[in-house]
C-alpha cells in the first residue's frame, strides 16, 4: 500500500488526516484507496473508511444495503467509531497518516461534532488536516450506488432512496482552509486522486478544530 511516491510535498512535511466527505457510491471508498497507495513511506497511510467501523455491527445483524436500519444499530455504529478514535488518538504512532470517509450531512449535529473531533485529533498529533467534499451528477451516483461490489461491502445498494435523501437533504457544509470541492463525475479515481495530490501541495497547516456554517 505505501510506496516511495509521496501524495503530496507540500511545506508540511508531517503526516497528514484527509477526510474525504460525499453521498454513499460518489467512490470515497475507492479515492482513499489511491490516495494511500500513494502515502510516502514514512508516513504509513491508513483508510478508515466508514464501513471500516460500520461493518462491525451491520456483520452481526445480517445488514443488507436497502433494509432501512433503526437508531439501535447506529447507538452500537458510534460505540465503536468513538473506540477507533479514540485509539487514532492515543495510541496510534504519530507519524501515521489516515484517509477517512464519511458522509456528513448539514441537518445532523453529530456529523457536525464528528467533524470537530476528526479536526481536533489531527492538531493534537499534529497533522495537517484536509477536508476534501466530493461531488457528482445524481444519475451517475445513482448508478454508482447499486454497484454490486458494494453489497459485498455491505454498503448501501437503493438508488431511489439515495436519490430522496439528496433532494432532501445537504452535505455539510464546510469553511476550512484547506477544503477542497471535487466534482468526480467524470473523473477516474486515478484522475481524482491527482487532483487532490494537487491540492495537498498548497495547503496550510492549520491548527485547531473544524470551522463550517
Not at 60 to 68: E, Q, R, S, T
Not at 154 to 175: F, G, H, N, P, Y
Request: net charge neutral; glycine share 6%.
Amino acid at each position: 500500500m505505501n510506496q516511495a511516491r509521496s501524495i503530496a510535498r507540500p511545506a508540511w512535511q508531517g503526516p497528514v488526516f484527509i477526510y474525504l466527505v460525499g453521498w454513499p457510491g460518489v467512490g470515497k471508498y475507492t479515492l482513499a484507496q489511491e490516495l494511500a497507495r500513494r502515502g510516502s513511506v514514512e508516513h504509513h497511510h491508513l483508510v478508515i473508511d466508514s464501513h471500516y467501523v460500520n461493518n462491525v455491527i451491520f456483520a452481526l445483524i445480517g445488514a443488507d444495503g436497502v433494509k432501512p436500519l433503526g437508531p439501535e444499530v447506529w447507538a452500537k455504529v458510534a460505540e465503536v467509531r468513538r473506540t477507533v478514535l479514540e485509539t487514532i488518538e492515543t495510541l496510534s504512532p504519530p507519524g501515521w497518516s489516515f484517509v477517512f470517509t464519511n458522509v456528513l450531512v448539514q441537518d445532523n449535529p453529530s456529523d457536525r461534532e464528528l467533524f470537530e473531533r476528526l479536526a481536533s485529533i489531527a492538531a493534537g498529533r499534529p497533522a495537517c488536516f484536509v477536508p476534501v467534499t466530493l461531488a457528482c451528477a445524481l444519475d451517475e451516483l445513482a448508478r454508482r450506488v447499486a454497484s454490486p461490489s458494494r453489497a459485498e461491502r455491505l454498503k448501501w445498494t437503493d438508488a431511489a432512496s439515495l436519490r430522496q435523501m439528496v433532494s432532501e437533504r445537504s452535505l455539510l457544509r464546510i469553511d476550512h482552509p484547506n477544503h477542497l470541492e471535487l466534482d468526480v463525475t467524470d473523473l477516474s479515481p486515478t484522475q481524482a486522486a491527482d487532483r487532490v495530490a494537487d491540492h495537498l501541495r498548497n495547503v496550510t497547516v492549520v491548527p485547531g478544530a473544524l470551522q463550517a456554517d
